[in-house]
């Protein structure tokens, strides 16, 4: 069986470095000028779920992050981007493109057991019409995970993941239930970190080049640590998961900008 999924969000990270040598090239005014009508258009992004990041560590500068509802006002945002002066000053290391996933694994479950007690063919019309009424009752309760807001917490970690198709170790060969057992065990480590770290994950399959992109948002950054080392205890970490690429980064709002343009970090928000 393959697990039912439900969608909601689509999610671009933009990775960027500030081109400082011609940044520091510009008089004061110049400087100003550009910074002022970045934060202009950055503070109306903030109102539909964009956020920025002052990124740590050599790869990269700045993070933009944004939540739309379809992938048209995803791209549109890129390109309100690319219209920027800041934008000239600014190289992508790196982006990642997904869509807010919630896996259904229970509920694949128990669903399939019923139509199978009634007898109901796979790939029916009925068989069909039951899992489409059951996807929607899902996604109405579902919703407001579905379509998050960016959370307001000052330190984000960002990370592509796979699951292993190794020479000896296939996720996608093993069988449903015993993927439902692990998903379970997994997901019972992040319960415990609730209150501590904010986790949206995001599907990627037929985006990007991973599976997955993991967003994990909270206010105190060693969580992430705490969270991420004890999920590699897990099974479906310890054997399955492949890690790409860590970021971390701190919540830069669009009002203080300019004050990251002049090296220093805004403090709060």
């Given at each position: 069986?393959?697990?039912?999924?439900?969608?909601?969000?689509?999610?671009?990270?933009?990775?960027?470095?500030?081109?400082?040598?011609?940044?520091?090239?510009?008089?004061?005014?110049?400087?100003?000028?550009?910074?002022?009508?970045?934060?202009?258009?950055?503070?109306?992004?903030?109102?539909?779920?964009?956020?920025?990041?002052?990124?740590?560590?050599?790869?990269?500068?700045?993070?933009?992050?944004?939540?739309?509802h379809t992938?048209?006002?995803?791209?549109?945002?890129?390109?309100?981007?690319?219209?920027?002066?800041?934008?000239?000053?600014?190289?992508?290391?790196?982006?990642?493109?997904?869509?807010?996933?919630?896996?259904?694994?229970?509920?694949?479950?128990?669903?399939?057991?019923?139509?199978?007690?009634?007898?109901?063919?796979?790939?029916?019309?009925?068989?069909?019409?039951?899992?489409?009424?059951?996807?929607?009752?899902?996604?109405?309760?579902?919703?407001?995970?579905?379509?998050?807001?960016?959370?307001?917490?000052?330190?984000?970690c960002f990370?592509?993941?796979?699951?292993?198709?190794?020479?000896?170790?296939?996720?996608?060969?093993?069988?449903?239930?015993?993927?439902?057992?692990?998903?379970?065990?997994?997901?019972?480590?992040?319960?415990?970190?609730?209150?501590?770290?904010?986790?949206?994950?995001?599907?990627s399959i037929?985006?990007?080049?991973?599976?997955?992109?993991?967003?994990?948002?909270?206010?105190?950054?060693?969580?992430?640590?705490?969270?991420?080392?004890?999920?590699?205890?897990?099974?479906?970490?310890?054997?399955?998961?492949?890690?790409?690429?860590?970021?971390?980064?701190?919540?830069?709002?669009?009002?203080?900008?300019?004050?990251?343009?002049?090296?220093?970090?805004?403090?709060?928000?």
């Open positions: 069986m393959v697990p039912l999924t439900l969608e909601g969000s689509y999610v671009l990270h933009q990775m960027t470095r500030i081109r400082w040598s011609a940044w520091k090239a510009l008089t004061p005014h110049q400087r100003l000028d550009v910074a002022q009508k970045a934060m202009a258009a950055l503070s109306a992004m903030e109102t539909h779920q964009s956020a920025v990041y002052s990124l740590l560590g050599h790869k990269g500068d700045l993070m933009f992050l944004h939540y739309r992938l048209d006002e995803l791209h549109e945002a890129e390109m309100r981007l690319a219209q920027l002066s800041l934008w000239d000053f600014l190289d992508t290391s790196t982006s990642y493109v997904s869509v807010v996933e919630l896996g259904l694994y229970e509920t694949t479950a128990k669903l399939n057991k019923s139509l199978q007690e009634r007898n109901v063919q796979p790939a029916s019309p009925e068989w069909e019409q039951a899992v489409n009424e059951e996807l929607a009752r899902q996604r109405r309760a579902m919703e407001p995970r579905l379509f998050p807001s960016v959370p307001p917490h000052r330190y984000i990370y592509p993941m796979d699951r292993r198709r190794g020479e000896d170790r296939n996720w996608y060969q093993l069988p449903f239930q015993e993927r439902a057992r692990m998903m379970h065990e997994h997901g019972m480590i992040g319960r415990k970190y609730a209150g501590d770290v904010k986790q949206i994950i995001s599907g037929g985006f990007d080049d991973w599976e997955w992109g993991v967003d994990l948002f909270s206010d105190d950054p060693l969580q992430f640590k705490k969270l991420i080392y004890e999920m590699r205890f897990d099974e479906v970490s310890a054997v399955y998961a492949l890690f790409g690429t860590f970021y971390a980064g701190i919540r830069v709002p669009a009002g203080r900008l300019t004050q990251i343009l002049h090296g220093h970090l805004p403090a709060g928000l």
